[in-house]
């Protein structure tokens, strides 16, 4: 590879992993209020696509800078918010585990062809502990005991996040295959 084709290979991965956490934050407008403050999204499937995409390490670095970049006040959260207290409050557990969901579900690539059944695994995976850092991180701001943080965190939430995984995983492998390799 020369010089030329090793710096525009730089540029390319550092545009598209800047670009799924633009992707992330455009998805986190897309909003349903629920009752107990945590609103339905799609920043999750966003995240999904940035590990299948990016894989691992450049996944989780766009989700970092997501997180970041909400962190220090840019309205990227649901609703155009942003600011270091959507992540220490009820939500927060959700933003702050996006990098390690992006990272799991990134380190299932390598199975979508010889063991799918090991990338939909990951996917799983990544999904459950986004759910399990959200709701110990609302209940512990909230003072609500678990029953009630699984009411309000994951209970309402099965059915769209079955559907996004499903979708993202899907749509995911696609985009993979069909944009040039990043890393």
């Given at each position: ?40 999204t799609l ?18 670095l ?17 609703s ?48 459950v ?41 899907i ?5 993979r ?7």
């Open positions: 590879m020369n010089i030329k084709n090793a710096s525009s290979t730089k540029s390319y991965t550092l545009t598209v992993t800047a670009l799924m956490a633009a992707a992330t934050a455009i998805m986190a407008q897309i909003a349903i209020p629920m009752p107990a403050g945590v609103p339905m920043q999750t499937f966003a995240v999904t696509l940035a590990g299948i995409v990016l894989g691992p390490k450049l996944g989780a766009s989700m970092l800078v997501y997180v970041l970049m909400g962190g220090v006040g840019l309205p990227v959260f649901a155009f918010r942003g600011g270091l207290n959507m992540l220490i409050g009820p939500t927060g557990g959700f933003l702050l585990s996006f990098p390690l969901m992006a990272l799991i579900i990134g380190l299932g690539v390598k199975y979508i062809k010889e063991k799918p059944i090991l990338f939909w695994t990951f996917l799983i995976l990544g999904t502990l986004n759910y399990v850092v959200g709701t110990a991180m609302f209940c512990l701001s909230t003072g609500s005991s678990v029953s009630a943080g699984l009411a309000a965190c994951v209970i309402p939430f099965i059915p769209t996040t079955i559907i996004k995984a499903i979708l993202g995983g749509l995911g492998i696609r985009l295959t069909a944009l040039p390799k990043v890393g």
